[in-house]
């Protein structure tokens, strides 16, 4: 059983900064692939940003330059980096770990909110 816990979140003004942070228990996590996803209100969750195993890193575009994804695994550790958050930034973040189709767990989430 793998837990992933969320911690960063909070109130932020827009063109601001915010790092998220997602702590992983267990020994899988320099094996995983880890996802940092959102979800506003009334929408889908959405992929924000990946990073694999070997460190390979993807972004939706809407985040493409903005937000950093990183991974420590000597702490068990992924981030996310968010610069000049803007309001459509505004979401619940969660981090998803993977490893292959079996394995699949997410965090509980961390409220974001972009207001001056």
Same mark, same amino acid.
């Given at each position: 059983?793998?837990?992933?816990?969320?911690?960063? /979140?909070?109130?932020? =003004?827009?063109? #601001?900064?915010? !790092?998220?942070?997602? $702590?992983?228990?267990? @020994?899988?996590?320099?094996?995983?692939?880890? /996802?940092?996803?959102? =979800?506003?209100? #009334?929408?889908? !969750?959405?992929?924000? $940003?990946?990073?694999? @195993?070997?460190?390979?890193?993807?972004?939706?575009?809407?985040?493409?330059?903005?937000?950093?994804?990183? !991974?420590?695994?000597?702490?068990?550790?992924?981030?996310?980096?968010?610069?000049?958050?803007?309001?459509?930034?505004?979401?619940?973040?969660?981090?998803?770990?993977?490893?292959?189709?079996?394995?699949?767990?997410?965090?509980?989430?961390?409220?974001?909110?972009?207001?001056?």
């Amino acid at each position: 059983q793998v837990q992933l816990v969320e911690s960063g /979140g909070g109130l932020v =003004q827009p063109g #601001g900064s915010l !790092r998220l942070s997602c $702590a992983a228990s267990g @020994s899988i996590f320099s094996s995983s692939d880890m /996802g940092w996803y959102r =979800q506003a209100p #009334g929408k889908q !969750r959405e992929l924000v $940003a990946g990073i694999t @195993s070997s460190s390979r890193t993807n972004y939706a575009d809407s985040v493409k330059g903005r937000f950093t994804i990183s !991974r420590d695994n000597a702490k068990n550790t992924v981030y996310l980096q968010m610069n000049s958050v803007k309001p459509e930034d505004t979401a619940v973040y969660y981090c998803r770990l993977r490893l292959g189709v079996i394995v699949d767990y997410w965090g509980q989430g961390t409220q974001v909110t972009v207001s001056s």
